[in-house]
C-alpha cells in the first residue's frame, strides 16, 4: 500500500517493490547484507553472489538466479 501511494499506482509500484510474500527474500534467493559492504562488492564473484540492485547496495542474490 505504501508502495502504491508513492509510485501511485500497482503497475508502476510493482516495478520496484515485489507483491507481499512474493520477494526474492521471501523464496531463499536473496538476503540483506550488513557490515562492510565495500568488502562485500569486492569479494563477491569469489562466493557466488552479486547485487542486482544498484538502488540497494545491501541486497545479494545468487549468481545466475535471475
Known amino acids: 500500500e505504501a508502495a502504491v501511494k508513492k509510485y501511485g499506482s500497482v503497475e508502476a509500484a510493482r516495478k520496484w517493490v515485489a507483491p507481499p510474500g512474493l520477494s526474492r527474500h521471501n523464496t531463499g534467493m ?7 559492504l565495500d568488502w562485500a562488492h569486492q569479494n563477491a564473484a569469489r562466493y557466488g553472489i552479486h547485487f542486482p540492485m544498484s538502488w540497494e547496495k545491501w541486497h545479494a542474490e545468487p549468481v545466475g538466479s535471475r
Open 30 to 36: 536473496a538476503d540483506d547484507l550488513g557490515g562492510d
